[in-house]
């Protein structure tokens, strides 16, 4: 589970909200600390279903959007990720996700015209195909402003130069993390199924 992963978060939006944080960038090795519960219910089910055999009837496990959220929160304060501040999200049915992130580029020279800080808000559809992921975004806003999905693609860009790392676009398909088969979403809960 604890596996290093670049800054292909921002890009893996959609892993994040549907998974419980696989996408996350891995925690640093930290000071001892108390995990909230919510996050230590996530974090063992997915070491639970990455070290599960095979089973005729795929098994399911379900959790909270605040579960989500407190796992992300929990994971990005030990992280290295020095662009995503914070992430939240909110599930609907039919595998819809809304979400906000807090990007801060305030470490980076970048120019002038670009702020520093920055909210991003978007909604849209989680599609799940062979135990792979993409987002399909409807709608994208920087701030209070509309933007188009290719700026999300820009800002990915940004950071994975920033960061040096490689980053993919924000409507790649992505694989689940280890044992998930499928993610199934209803009104503020989300299941894994594997």
């Known amino acids: 589970m604890k596996r290093i992963m670049s800054r292909r978060f921002v890009v893996s939006i959609l892993a994040v909200a549907a998974l419980g944080g696989s996408a996350l960038p891995a925690a640093v090795p930290a000071q001892k600390r108390t995990i909230p519960a919510e996050a230590r219910r996530v974090e063992e089910a997915l070491e639970r279903i ?4 095979p089973a005729v009837a795929l098994r399911r496990l379900e959790f909270t959007d605040n579960d989500l959220n407190v796992y992300i929160r929990y994971r990005l304060q030990d992280s290295k990720e020095d662009v995503l501040r914070d992430l939240r999200v909110k599930v609907e049915a039919g595998n819809r ?3 906000w992130m807090d990007l801060d580029f305030g470490r980076y020279r970048i120019p002038a015209f670009i702020k520093k800080r920055m909210n991003l ?13 993409r987002f399909e975004f409807e709608e994208v806003f920087l701030e209070k402003e509309r933007v188009p999905v290719m700026l999300l693609d820009a800002i990915v ?19 689940l993390p280890s044992g998930i088969k499928d993610v199934r979403t209803s009104a503020g809960r989300f299941a894994l199924y594997y």
């Open 157 to 175: 860009f940004v950071a994975s130069q920033l960061g040096k790392t490689d980053a993919k676009g924000v409507t790649d398909w992505h694989p």
């Open 97 to 99: 996700i809304e979400g």
């Open 121 to 133: 808000y978007f909604l849209g559809v989680m599609i799940i195909q062979n135990s792979h992921v």
């Open 50 to 53: 990455e070290k599960a055999r």
